[in-house]
């Protein structure tokens, strides 16, 4: 069963959107080569509790830290560490914000410095693959649509595209149904519905898809080694687009 968001709930999960979007701002400016994840890591924990919020990584199913910092051919689930970021890196971060009890979810993905010609279209098609999905949500549109739309656009920049791991609903718990591939056919699945809130996340390579998990049970990278990208908003589906929840308001 997929929710529909009341207007009260929908005022938290914009709150929380909005500590989101700043965490990853305020980060932004730290993005430089000698910096730690870990230091990102603390910058994020103090940040968003001085916003009133709560990391939602932080203690989920164990995850020991309140963001997840992902390096070249880390996926997702980056474990902050003393780690130093070098230039011509590219680092995913995934931030989660709890607002009186509602999530947010966003991920970007950032240089460190000057990065080659290729990686700077992995993480600009990767974004673009992203709006690609959401231009496509609307009251009444199939979430096939969504999926299709951001396979489509992968594919003409020859990027692989990781079916393991999804996009999902996010309101009063992290993860909630649906699943949201990035990949599928149109006009398939279930219809979107005006108030739904959903977290769209394409994760592409410049590679092969294929993946697996390192040995902390957590760090999802690519098995040929090749660098990936990850772009994700939470958005809000209204009777005739979205509205992004997780962005500046």
Not at 14 to 19: E, L, P, V
Not at 32 to 39: F, L, N, Q, S, V
Not at 43 to 70: H, M, N, Q, R, V
Request: hydrophobic share 35%; charged share 25%; net charge neutral.
């Amino acid at each position: 069963m997929v929710a529909v968001r009341s207007n009260s709930e929908i005022k938290k999960m914009q709150k929380a959107g909005s500590i989101n979007y700043q965490t990853h701002k305020l980060l932004s400016k730290y993005i430089k080569p000698g910096i730690t994840t870990k230091e990102l890591d603390n910058i994020a924990y103090e940040f968003i509790k001085s916003k009133g919020g709560i990391p939602s990584f932080l203690g989920y199913d164990g995850f020991p830290a309140s963001i997840c910092t992902s390096i070249n051919d880390e996926v997702v689930h980056g474990i902050p560490s003393l780690r130093k970021l070098k230039k011509g890196d590219i680092i995913s971060i995934d931030i989660g914000v709890i607002y009186q009890g509602y999530h947010s979810d966003s991920a970007w993905t950032y240089p460190v410095g000057e990065i080659d010609e290729k990686k700077k279209l992995l993480l600009e098609e990767t974004k673009n693959a992203l709006f690609a999905g959401l231009s496509k949500i609307k009251n009444g549109a199939y979430l096939g649509d969504v999926s299709a739309a951001i396979e489509k656009h992968a594919k003409k920049y020859n990027l692989g595209v990781i079916r393991e791991l999804v996009g999902h609903g996010v309101g009063k718990n992290l993860h909630e149904d649906p699943d949201i591939p990035n990949y599928g056919k149109e006009h398939t699945g279930i219809k979107l519905r005006t108030g739904m809130t959903l977290a769209i996340e394409p994760m592409l390579t410049l590679g092969k898809r294929n993946i697996w998990m390192l040995d902390d049970d957590w760090t999802i990278v690519t098995q040929d080694e090749s660098p990936s990208a990850h772009f994700e908003h939470t958005v809000l589906v209204t009777d005739d687009g979205y509205i992004i929840l997780t962005g500046e308001i």
